[in-house]
């Protein structure tokens, strides 16, 4: 890869080049390197605000719909209605980070994901009580969403060197998955002391700050070989094509499918509350069950010092996947709640590890023309796998019980991604 288009702002010194070796504990820790960079710096800060305040709305809305229909088939249904728009636009948002400047991209999807947090707000506020308006919004949302993160994604190879993509990987996992954490627990809190309402308007308001860090960031026009490219269905199609031809690109989304299809049992979480944790408190069993991956990938975050250095990313992601299905099988196996937990929190770091490299490994083999597109791609599968496995392992855990169908989950996950890495030798040679 050409390291010479990591950032458009002037490198006249590279503040890794004279970064001492990292003794004691500081190995261990979290890789900064990429926030001496201004530009990524500035992306980043902006994500700490945003990551939050996303989820602020993402708990409003399925409450605002279950306190007018009092049903979780409207709640399910308003899922539903997000995910077509979010699939449909990612794809498209790839194809046009591809071919205009990211940061204009940025721009104009950051102001309409805020312009429809402040519509939100209005519809509450005003007591409009209508599940209709709440379902357009929410797909608007997520279409402009669709369209911002291939964007957001692909301008980090221009910010950071190669070397470093590993390490801004992980610093931006590590605080979406906080505000997975966060985000929830301080909407509880604020609903009964402030109002449904206000948790669109502070998600509206964070926003501006996303929009202020972009408008500071550097230009990031598309490579002189596609400025008069149109971003249509041939571009799209040509990012598929793409893809089939470097197969470690392929390998990178197989293996996350076979993760988060196979291995994610987060539409047992109820039943095993209920039924195997239920002497714990099924309120409790059930908190814990939720946010104990995002847990366990936050630390795996904030310990990233250990492997964000690693130049073998191919085994990284195989051991990473690996990892996941082993954790999973032994919280299936698991009949202590405590146990559960601490499986699942294991099973969060190797998730952490295993977006930290596929996500290095899409920025660093996909040339700079093709990388919206790969970011599209990479969208909607981070986004449609975890929807698939809700449907499979429910429909699982209903014929064969809970544990049973977690625990072939997990071992599928391990013989699919051994099998895999042993007929395919192209993402286990993938190094940088």
Same mark, same amino acid.
């Given at each position: 890869?050409?390291?010479?288009?990591?950032?458009?702002?002037?490198?006249?010194?590279?503040?890794?080049?004279?970064?001492?070796?990292?003794?004691?504990?500081?190995?261990?820790?979290?890789?900064?390197?990429?926030?001496?960079?201004?530009?990524?710096?500035?992306?980043?800060?902006?994500?700490?605000?945003?990551?939050?305040?996303?989820?602020?709305?993402?708990?409003?809305?399925?409450?605002?719909?279950?306190?007018?229909?009092?049903?979780?088939?409207?709640?399910?249904?308003?899922?539903?209605?997000?995910?077509?728009?979010?699939?449909?636009?990612?794809?498209?948002?790839?194809?046009?980070?591809?071919?205009?400047?990211?940061?204009?991209?940025?721009?104009?999807?950051?102001?309409?994901?805020?312009?429809?947090?402040?519509?939100?707000?209005?519809?509450?506020?005003?007591?409009?009580?209508?599940?209709?308006?709440?379902?357009?919004?929410?797909?608007?949302?997520?279409?402009?969403?669709?369209?911002?993160?291939?964007?957001?994604?692909?301008?980090?190879?221009?910010?950071?060197?190669?070397?470093?993509?590993?390490?801004?990987?992980?610093?931006?996992?590590?605080?979406?998955?906080?505000?997975?954490?966060?985000?929830?627990?301080?909407?509880?809190?604020?609903?009964?002391?402030?109002?449904?309402?206000?948790?669109?308007?502070?998600?509206?308001?964070?926003?501006?700050?996303?929009?202020?860090?972009?408008?500071?960031?550097?230009?990031?026009?598309?490579?002189?070989?596609?400025?008069?490219?149109?971003?249509?269905?041939?571009?799209?199609?040509?990012?598929?094509?793409?893809?089939?031809?470097?197969?470690?690109?392929?390998?990178?989304?197989?293996?996350?499918?076979?993760?988060?299809?196979?291995?994610?049992?987060?539409?047992?979480?109820?039943?095993?509350?209920?039924?195997?944790?239920?002497?714990?408190?099924?309120?409790?069993?059930?908190?814990?069950?939720?946010?104990?991956?995002?847990?366990?990938?936050?630390?795996?975050?904030?310990?990233?010092?250990?492997?964000?250095?690693?130049?073998?990313?191919?085994?990284?992601?195989?051991?990473?996947?690996?990892?996941?299905?082993?954790?999973?099988?032994?919280?299936?196996?698991?009949?202590?709640?405590?146990?559960?937990?601490?499986?699942?929190?294991?099973?969060?770091?190797?998730?952490?590890?295993?977006?930290?490299?596929?996500?290095?490994?899409?920025?660093?083999?996909?040339?700079?023309?093709?990388?919206?597109?790969?970011?599209? &791609?990479?969208?909607?599968?981070?986004?449609?796998?975890?929807?698939?496995?809700? &449907?499979?392992?429910?429909?699982?855990?209903?014929?064969?019980?809970?544990?049973?169908?977690?625990?072939?989950?997990?071992?599928?996950?391990?013989?699919?991604?051994?099998?895999?890495?042993?007929? &395919?030798?192209?993402?286990?040679?993938?190094?940088?």
């Amino acid at each position: 890869m050409d390291t010479s288009e990591s950032s458009t702002e002037p490198q006249e010194k590279d503040p890794s080049a004279v970064i001492p070796a990292r003794r004691g504990w500081r190995r261990w820790a979290m890789d900064t390197r990429p926030l001496r960079r201004p530009a990524y710096r500035r992306l980043w800060s902006s994500t700490i605000v945003t990551a939050v305040g996303s989820q602020l709305t993402a708990v409003a809305v399925p409450k605002q719909i279950y306190d007018i229909t009092g049903s979780s088939a409207w709640v399910g249904a308003a899922s539903l209605a997000g995910l077509l728009p979010l699939v449909v636009f990612a794809l498209w948002g790839g194809a046009i980070a591809d071919s205009m400047d990211r940061r204009k991209l940025l721009l104009i999807t950051n102001s309409g994901i805020a312009v429809t947090s402040v519509l939100f707000w209005l519809q509450a506020v005003t007591g409009l009580a209508s599940v209709a308006v709440l379902m357009v919004l929410l797909a608007v949302q997520q279409a402009f969403w669709g369209l911002n993160a291939p964007a957001r994604s692909a301008s980090i190879a221009r910010l950071v060197p190669a070397d470093e993509l590993p390490a801004a990987n992980a610093l931006g996992s590590t605080v979406m998955q906080t505000g997975q954490v966060v985000g929830p627990l301080l909407a509880g809190v604020l609903i009964p002391v402030i109002g449904l309402a206000e948790l669109y308007l502070i998600d509206a308001l964070a926003l501006c700050v996303t929009v202020w860090a972009v408008v500071r960031l550097p230009a990031l026009p598309p490579s002189a070989a596609t400025t008069q490219r149109r971003a249509g269905i041939r571009e799209i199609v040509d990012g598929f094509r793409y893809m089939a031809l470097h197969k470690v690109l392929l390998l990178s989304f197989l293996a996350d499918i076979i993760a988060m299809v196979l291995g994610m049992p987060r539409a047992l979480f109820p039943q095993l509350a209920s039924q195997t944790y239920g002497s714990y408190g099924e309120g409790l069993a059930l908190g814990l069950l939720f946010a104990a991956i995002p847990i366990g990938a936050v630390l795996g975050g904030l310990f990233s010092g250990t492997f964000s250095r690693a130049r073998r990313h191919g085994w990284m992601v195989i051991g990473a996947v690996v990892a996941w299905g082993a954790a999973i099988t032994g919280f299936g196996l698991s009949g202590s709640l405590w146990l559960a937990v601490v499986f699942l929190a294991l099973a969060g770091v190797a998730d952490m590890v295993s977006m930290v490299f596929r996500g290095s490994i899409l920025l660093s083999a996909a040339s700079d023309e093709m990388r919206g597109r790969m970011q599209g &791609v990479f969208t909607v599968v981070v986004a449609g796998g975890p929807r698939l496995a809700d &449907v499979l392992h429910g429909t699982a855990g209903s014929a064969f019980g809970a544990r049973t169908a977690t625990v072939g989950g997990g071992l599928l996950v391990v013989v699919a991604m051994l099998g895999l890495a042993a007929a &395919v030798p192209a993402l286990r040679r993938y190094r940088v």
